[in-house]
Structure formats: C-alpha cells, structure tokens
C-alpha cells in the first residue's frame, strides 16, 4: 500500500503542479488511474505573507505546523511543501511536526549530485518572459553553468526544458516525484527531472 501523502500548500500554482504531478506519475509505478492517497491543506496566503515579508520564519513555521496537524490527523504518513521560500521555516518547523518531512532543496540537491552537475545557480507567463529566461540562462551557459534549478514555484510553468540553454532541476516536480518514490515505497532515485 503506497503511503499516504500530505501537501502543505502555499501558493495555488506550486500546489496544484505538485498534486498533478504525483497523480499523473505514479500510473507509472502503480497502473492506469492509481496514485498514493494525497491529503492537502491550504491556509491563505494572506496569512503567509505577513510573516514572509517580516522575515519571521517562527511565524511561517507556525502556520506550516497547522497545515501539518491537519494533513496529518487526515492519515498523511509524511508531508512536503511545493513552495521553497517556506524551506526557510523548516528549523522551526521540523522539531514540532507530527510527521516527517521531504525537504524540496534536498531532493534537488540528490538529483543535481547524481546528473553530475556542479553549480546551482502571478499565473501571467508572457513569451518574453519566457525567453527572457532562456537568454539568462544562455549567458549562465557560456560562464560554465551546467544546470538551472527552476527553484521558484512558477518558473517550472515557463521554462520548457525541451527549449532551455541548460538541463533543468525544477523543484517542484522533483519533490512529487520524491514523495510518489516515498509512497511507493520505490527504491530507485528520481529518474527525471
């Protein structure tokens, strides 16, 4: 039995492409219409931003613990968090949660270690912008980046990694991904990114 996964959503975008990609995935590891059981709380982020802006990550770690308690008390075996800015709370966080966590830049860290690569460098997603993206990531390209983590919550919706300068990591999809394999309880590494 795949274990029992809870998001802890912050923003609609990272949330939503996290839960898609856990559903859309998993048929691969568990057959046609089947993924782990998927648990996901949302407090606004209104109540998030306050805290975010001040720099007062206690405050974020509170609101996460919330969501955690919920996910948790809903039957989630572990939880994880699509939105990295709120990784900032995790030394507050971690100590109280009644459940464990994926840590989303330790998921895109094993996978930037394990492809060998060396350095990491509002829903309205424009063509220049993202080709914007891709100039950027040009120019990283040609100081000896090899590889871009789109480690912001709605870069992965514009960056196309069939079209980027560079191999991507994106965050997001990484840690479904990660929580599908830890559902599954799938022994092999996060094989795409």
Known sequence: MPKHIGIVAGSAEGAALCYRTICLETQELLGEYNHPEVTMNSIPMARHMPPIIADDWKAVADLMLESAEKVAKAGAEFAICPDNTYHQAFEFLIPRSPIPWLHIARVVGEKANESGFKELVNGI?????????????????????????????????????????LPTLDSTRLLARAATREAVGDTKKYASN
């Not at 950027?136 to 090899?146: I, Q, R």
């Not at 870069?155 to 990694?161: E, F, G, N, S």
């Open 125 to 165: 997603f424009l063509e220049s912008s993202r080709l914007y993206f891709n100039e950027v990531t040009e120019k990283l390209k040609s100081h000896g980046c090899d590889a871009v983590v789109l480690g912001c919550t709605e870069i992965p919706l514009i960056v196309r990694p069939d079209d980027c300068p």
